[in-house]
């Protein structure tokens, strides 16, 4: 749609337009004030620092692994909100809600209730390890966290695909299985990459729910938004500026890239 | 169906990883520490490791604040030294320590000081500036930080709280929220420990307080009562004690000497933490000031914080 911005009635694009663009900017100028706050020299000396990297790694490893986990769960239970009508399926729905509603610190404070208790309590015991005190916990709070988000954006990506496609599979004699992964699955697959990104984006962001649950140990469960926060603490601004600078350019990546696979989808 | 093999093999692998680090023979502890000693921690846990090789120190750094409900819920930790002593005291009351002794268990203090911002704009030399009209005080939330109960602590024994209370113009929950308020220059001064302060070498001016009014704050550690290697958690209790574990504490600006006068409410009683707050400031000079000699002499034991931090513009490591 071109409207002429001189038109009749044209200042109402003309105002929205500039909505757009005053807000962007102050988004850069955020980014930007903070590097220019950090300065060249130092930008180059923690940039070259192996601990950033180590960090960074951390967090996209991590992140990988809690999505891949929430992709294997929120596919298929995607799948079953979108399609099938099986009882309390409106409960089910409220509940796999809760996860994006709570905040993610109570996801953590909930996950304590579980770890202490049977069985866990006795493999913990048996093998001398604390359950969650390590990189595990920190999968453990991004899938919990994720997994919820996940599925519900599988849902979306499941509805806006016509069921006219799987009746006709099913009428020319295909299983529901086959019908899942040989029509489903690849119409869905813009969908699904789009929401696979949000989701790792929000567990590379997950923060509070580790503050509560794992707590940091360097170099093994300090991801970046925890490390930025314990950086804060100890007075070290020049990790701070210089972490949220890669966490800026990481999320502008994730954002991009999602915009190109999932150009089509209306997901986002 | 290769997608599923793929997914399948992945999780097998990962399963192995996970059996495998669980199998490790090496006994961690885990150590239940206030974020703000960090720094120092992280040194101990060097040190520690180095010589008892087969003792892994696993620290969950998170605010003092959230430990106490941790540990209440998981019962699990062997060590514990929270930021402040109040903490450690609601763990006492709780059950979760058994022998606290407040003579014997506490190997670093923390100094209050005042910062202001780098030149000192408005000229604060004493406790009693604070008082002044249109000086902008930073306090701390007595709610949610133990400093905040100094500050009226330390301003009520001046006989000057209601007007400091006037002055206020931020009211932070944690300590660092000063320090930066100072660092970015949005309060004119405040009064912080001086491990705190010793974090903003380059942007804050540190000036020591008069030693009537200068607070002594007690960071105890302890072991825990679920301890699982309490043998292990007990050596490194005490090497933190040692000597040697209070040399590093000093490094990083905590008074160690556990000799220091402190009267009933834990203010100074004389001047032997003089020669520590002459380091302090000269420790600030020498940050902003390339020529500024690192000696023994001039800044003690901070010289390696002071060439830290001179590395960088911006505070790093």
Known sequence: MNMALGSRGGWWPALCVGTAVTIVAVYLLLVA??????????????????????????????STVSTSF??????????????????????????????????????????????????????SEYYGVYIGRNVYGVLLVQFTVTAAFCARLMKASFDMIPTRFESVSRSLGASPMRTFFKVVLPMAKNGIIASMIVVWAR?????????????????????????????????????????????????????????????????? | MKKINTMVVFLVIFSFFLVAQTYGTEKSLLFHAGLGQRMALNEIKEVFEKRYPDTKVNFSYKGSGY?????TRSEQGDLFMPGEEFYLLQAVERGFLTDYNPKTDVPAYFVTVIITPKGNPKNIKAIEDFAKPGIRVGLGNPKSCAIGIWHEKTFKKAGIWEKVKANATL???????????????????????????????????????????????????????????????????????????????????YAVNPG??????????????DKFMEYLVNAAKAVKDESFPVTKETVGDLAEEVLRQRKTERAGD
Not at chain 1, 238 to 252: E, F, P, Q
Not at chain 2, 262 to 270: M, Y
Request: hydrophobic share 50%.
């Open chain 1, 33 to 62: 004030s903070n590097w220019i706050y950090l300065g060249w020299h130092d930008t180059l000396y923690f940039f070259s620092k192996s601990r950033m990297w180590e960090r960074f790694w951390l967090t996209v490893w991590t």
């Open chain 1, 70 to 123: 929430s992709l294997l769960i929120g596919i298929p239970s995607g799948y079953a909100l979108s399609r099938f009508r099986f009882p309390c399926h409106h409960l089910v729905a409220s509940v796999i809600d809760l996860p994006i509603v709570v905040s993610p610190a109570v996801v953590g404070a909930f996950l304590f209730g579980v770890t202490t208790r049977f069985p866990f309590d006795w493999i």
């Open chain 1, 203 to 268: 567990a590379a962001a997950e923060w509070e729910g580790l503050m509560l649950f794992v707590g940091a140990t360097e170099g093994k469960t300090d991801i970046m938004p925890f490390a930025i926060y314990l950086d804060w603490n100890g007075g070290m601004m020049g990790w701070v500026t210089s972490m949220s600078i890669v966490c800026i350019l990481m999320a502008v990546s994730a954002i991009t890239a999602m915009r190109m696979i999932g150009g089509r989808s209306s997901v986002w």
């Open chain 2, 67 to 71: 430990f106490i409900a941790d540990i």
């Open chain 2, 171 to 253: 009211s932070a929950k944690c300590i660092p929220e000063l320090g930066n308020a100072t660092q970015h220059k949005a309060i004119d001064g405040t009064i912080v420990w001086a491990t705190t302060a010793v974090l903003y070498l380059r942007d804050v001016d540190i000036i020591p307080i008069e030693y009537r009014y200068r607070g002594i704050i007690r960071l105890p550690v302890g072991v825990l009562k679920f301890a699982r290697y309490r043998e292990e958690a007990q050596k490194l209790m005490d090497f933190i004690l040692s000597e040697e574990g209070r040399g590093i504490f000093q490094k990083h600006a």
């Open chain 2, 260 to 273: 220091i006068p402190i009267g009933k409410e834990g203010f100074c009683l004389d001047g032997t933490t």
